[in-house]
Nanobody, 120 residues
Framework: QVQLVESGGGLVQPGGSLRLSCAAS????????MGWFRQAPGKQRELVAS???????KYADSVKGRFTMSRDNAKNTVYLQMNSLKPEDTAVYYC??????????????WGQGTQVTVSS
């Protein structure tokens, strides 16, 4: 059974930083491209960062230069270091594996997500 557990969110002032974690179980983690998604109120869930099995990363234009995704295959965990946070980064953040042919979420079941709120 696939289980994805996100953590590390919170309330932070604009310009601040947070580090999110996502621990995965029930999957062959090291072989999977993983992604961080976010969903703001009233908006669709969007992919903001991805990392391949060897560690190559891609970012949405909205977070490029501010967010850094990494992975620890020994711990079955991916991370998202978020710096220079903006109010528009406010959302619930989720992780999932990605389908290699279209970068859409691989697993139907999502974790509970972790809330990130950027506000003064």
């Amino acid at each position: 059974q696939v289980q994805l557990v996100e953590s590390g969110g919170g309330l932070v002032q604009p310009g601040g930083s947070l580090r999110l974690s996502c621990a995965a179980s029930g999957i062959i983690f090291s072989s999977k491209t993983m992604g961080w998604f976010r969903q703001a109120p009233g908006k669709q869930r969007e992919l903001v960062a991805s990392i391949t099995s060897p560690g190559s990363t891609k970012y949405a234009d909205s977070v490029k230069g501010r967010f850094t995704m990494s992975r620890d295959n020994a711990k079955n965990t991916v991370y998202l270091q978020m710096n220079s946070l903006k109010p528009e980064d406010t959302a619930v953040y989720y992780c999932n594996a990605l389908r290699p042919w279209d970068n859409r979420p691989l697993y139907v079941d999502w974790g509970q997500g972790t809330q990130v709120t950027v506000s003064s």
